[in-house]
Structures are given as C-alpha cells and as structure tokens.
C-alpha cells in the first residue's frame, strides 16, 4: 500500500539546527586550538627547510580556512532548517485558523 502522508515535525527541525549549530563550534573549536600545532618551523635555516616549512605551513592554513567553512556551511544548514520549522508554523497557523472558521 502506498501513502502520501507528509509531516514535518518544527520542534525537531529546531533541535537539529541547534545540533548543527553546537558540531559548527565544536570544530571551530579545534581549529582554534589546534591550529597553531600545524605551524611548521624550519628544521635548519637551509634554503630546502625554509621552503618544507613553508609549505607544510600553508597546508595547515588551508586545512584551518576548510575547516571555518565547513563550521559556516553547518550554521547555513541549521539557519535554513530554522526558516524551514518556521514555514511550517506558519503553516499549520493558517490551516487552524480555516479550521476554525
């Protein structure tokens, strides 16, 4: 048998973008602390170490900056599942009020 049957639950859209909110700090968060640990110093002050170090160092930039955006697409997502769970207030506000005419 098959159903058309669609529901979307607000408060749990909510929830799930406070979770998405909290994972986006929370890797922010080693970013902040664990950035600075792939900062890489030249071994010996020879031209082949400077440019190892500088390298390795703009790997670990990287890997902070992809990290950041990682952070802002999570905070993207929870902010479209908020407009969503309100769209569906909104909703299900309108279809009372019918209702009740």
């Known amino acids: ?40 110093r030249p071994a010996a002050l020879d031209e082949v170490s400077a440019g190892v170090a500088r390298s390795a160092g703009a790997g670990g930039d990287r890997f902070v900056s992809e990290i950041d955006s990682g952070a802002a697409e999570l905070r993207a ?16 506000e309108r279809l009372a009020t019918r209702l009740r005419l």
């Not at 929830?15 to 909290?22: E, L, P």
């Open 77 to 92: 997502v929870a902010v479209v599942l908020r407009a969503h769970a309100d769209e569906v207030d909104t909703a299900d």
């Open 1 to 40: 048998m098959t159903t058309h049957d669609f529901w979307v639950d607000a408060h749990a859209l909510r929830v799930t973008a406070a979770q998405f909110d909290t994972y986006a700090e929370r890797i922010c968060d080693v970013a902040r602390t664990r950035g600075p640990a792939l900062t890489v």
